[in-house]
């Protein structure tokens, strides 16, 4: 890994339209956003900007996630997730995630781990 990450630094990254179709869910009569694809939108946020600190034989991997969405949920036609780097040890990287939607309403929160890999040990180029 490139230096640079130190725990309380974050980013963050918005999923608008494009990804609409994927994070809508018909429940009840009323769109609503799906718990798994919310996970997906704060996980691919921390990935991207791990993904910046990886040397060219490194990538990280999604080992943990565990999020919870209040109750009402609202509803989202766009999701700016925020992972704030909680703790580096060794290859192992923890995160605070949480999700706003286009009005700045909370729709999720929680933990993800990730792991740096050496991509020629598993196998990947």
Same mark, same amino acid.
């Given at each position: #890994? /490139?230096?640079?990450l130190?725990?309380? #630094? ?8 494009e990804?609409?179709s994927? $994070? ?6 009323? @769109?609503?956003? #799906?718990?798994? +694809?919310?996970?997906?939108? #704060? =996980?691919r946020?921390? /990935? ?6 990886c040397?060219e +034989?490194? !990538? ?6 565990? $999020? %919870?969405? @209040?109750a009402p949920?609202p509803d989202? %036609?766009?999701?700016t ?5 909680r =703790? ?7 995160f +605070? ?16 781990? /990730?792991? $740096?890999i ?5 196998? !990947?180029?």
């Amino acid at each position: #890994m /490139r230096p640079g990450l130190t725990p309380g #630094m974050s980013y963050t990254s918005t999923e608008g339209r494009e990804t609409a179709s994927s $994070i809508r869910a018909l429940g009840s009569g009323a @769109p609503g956003v #799906m718990l798994a +694809d919310l996970a997906g939108t #704060m =996980e691919r946020t921390a /990935r991207r900007w791990l993904t910046e600190f990886c040397e060219e +034989d490194e !990538q990280s991997v999604g080992v943990y996630v565990c $999020i %919870e969405r @209040p109750a009402p949920f609202p509803d989202a %036609e766009q999701i700016t997730a925020t992972a704030m780097l909680r =703790e580096v040890e060794g290859r192992r990287y923890g995160f +605070d995630v949480t999700a706003v939607n286009e009005r700045g309403e909370p729709v999720a929160s929680g933990t993800h781990e /990730r792991r $740096i890999i050496l991509r020629q040990r598993f196998g !990947q180029t």
